[in-house]
């Protein structure tokens, strides 16, 4: 078992031993109905807000895995009062806008970016001193896009050469609110400006060219804050009222539908599957790989549909289905920028070829995740190429192929969803797949291999 945030070096980060994993393809189809851990991305968000609240904030159903537990040891060094009441079961006494102190040791962010830019947000609203570094996949990605936009706040940051961690930060004594327009759209820069903002006095105004996924605005308004979302051709205008007085509120997290998307691909390449999946988010900017499945033929039906915490929630009921390939617009970018890996997998597996379309945002994510998922693929024998950054799969059923060749090893790179789905690939591969580093699924999914051998009804993923 990989050690806890409390227990965790940065010596130590790189110095874990690879755990190599096989998977195979079942003896029967996957059954049952399960739930998957909660959303990494509201976890995260509830923890930090939970700690810029007055009060007290109960969440449940929040993801244990290594990044949220990131998140949840930060906010204690930062003053606020974080405690484990049982599984999934947290509470957070809070500070307040603008009462976070100064942390007395290193913010370790382990593997998490979102922990890490969305935390920069909040150090620069603060007139505190902290230093951040990460594992070593994380201290390769880039901070710029982050820092640069909340230098303006008045925030002074240092980092290594390229803007990569370590990084240090002095926070603004009176922080000046943002205006800013987004030159590509992600979640993270928007999230990171927004939480400045809260510490700033007067109205900080963040533009993005593309909608990508609103946690960080449905979480500020659950917590009592101003905040207005007008459309603006494909993006959005958001501006928030600075220094508003959070409330502590309970948050429901749901299932990650980051994480339901290795499970239904999974049961939607072995004949005969049938799973419920319980309990997912289906907040539509985050959805775009269901979109896509849909798009290629996946029979996955929506049930229970409710909405908890501000957030749309479901369950899927996924049906072995064959896939034809399609062509996946730039524009759905956002809305699926995690989920690429997997939907490879089932481009993989499918009829035809399958584009998909600028995917430049995938070589600044944990690994280079547009080369990474191109050598999975390569690893168990399927055709492929990246023209430009677009990944275009051909598919191995495609005029009258058989199934995926398999047989290979995935190189990881330290990036879980690469792991995840190259053990997913493995079990529709002919001759099974073998991942030389499954460790890292800790991060975002954890007890994913047990789960699977589950609704397989048999040990499908094994050490290698």
Not at 97 to 107: F, I
Not at 124 to 137: E, K, L, N, R, Y
Request: charged share 20%; hydrophobic share 45%.
């Amino acid at each position: 078992m990989r050690p806890t945030p409390c227990q965790t070096t940065l010596t130590m980060h790189d110095a874990i031993a690879a755990t190599p994993l096989r998977s195979a393809p079942p003896a029967r189809p996957l059954s049952g109905r399960l739930t998957v851990a909660g959303d990494k991305s509201i976890s995260h968000r509830a923890l930090m807000f939970g700690a810029l609240a007055i009060g007290t904030t109960d969440i449940s159903g929040l993801l244990e895995g290594e990044d949220v537990l990131r998140t949840a040891a930060a906010m204690r060094l930062l003053g606020a009062t974080v405690e484990r009441l049982g599984e999934g079961a947290w509470r957070v006494a809070g500070r307040g806008v603008g009462g976070l102190t100064e942390p007395s040791d290193v913010l370790d962010m382990g593997n998490s970016g979102t922990a890490a830019r969305l935390i920069c947000g909040l150090l620069a609203g603060h007139p505190i001193f902290a230093v951040m570094t990460g594992d070593a996949s994380l201290r390769r990605r880039p901070m710029k896009r982050v820092t640069d936009p909340l230098a303006a706040t008045g925030a002074v940051f240092s980092t290594r050469e390229g803007g990569r961690l370590p990084l240090a930060v002095r926070g603004a004594a009176t922080p000046l609110p943002l205006d800013y327009r987004l030159p590509v759209a992600s979640a993270q820069v928007k999230s990171a400006c927004l939480l400045a903002g809260l510490c700033a006095r007067g109205t900080t105004r963040v533009v993005e060219p593309e909608a990508t996924r609103d946690h960080t605005e449905n979480m500020l308004r659950h917590f009592g804050a101003t905040v207005h979302v007008a459309v603006e051709g494909r993006g959005r205008v958001i501006e928030l009222l600075g220094q508003p007085e959070l409330v502590a509120a309970p948050v429901v997290v749901p299932g990650d539908p980051s994480s339901a998307a290795f499970l239904a691909v999974a049961a939607l390449l072995v004949p005969g599957s049938v799973i419920t999946i319980g309990n997912v988010g289906l907040n539509p900017l985050r959805a775009g790989v269901f979109t896509t499945l849909a798009e290629m033929g996946a029979d996955i039906t929506v049930t229970n549909a409710r909405t908890e915490g501000g957030e749309p929630v479901g369950d899927l009921v996924v049906r072995a289905t064959p896939l034809r390939g399609t062509d996946v617009p730039a524009g759905r970018v956002p809305s699926m920028v995690d989920e690429y890996p997997i939907l490879a997998v089932a481009a993989a597996a499918a009829q035809g070829s399958t584009r998909m379309r600028g995917l430049a945002e995938l070589r600044v994510k944990e690994s280079d995740r547009l080369e990474g998922t191109a050598a999975m693929l390569r690893a168990a024998g399927v055709r492929l190429e990246i023209e430009g950054d677009d990944l275009i799969v051909h598919g191995a059923r495609s005029a009258g192929g058989g199934p995926i060749a398999g047989g290979g090893v995935v190189a990881t790179n330290m990036d879980h969803r690469i792991a995840m789905a190259g053990l997913v690939l493995g079990m529709a591969a002919r001759d099974g797949m073998a991942v030389d580093d499954a460790g890292f699924i800790e991060t975002s999914f954890p007890g994913f291999a047990a789960l699977m051998n589950r609704v397989a009804g048999a040990d499908v993923i094994i050490p290698a």
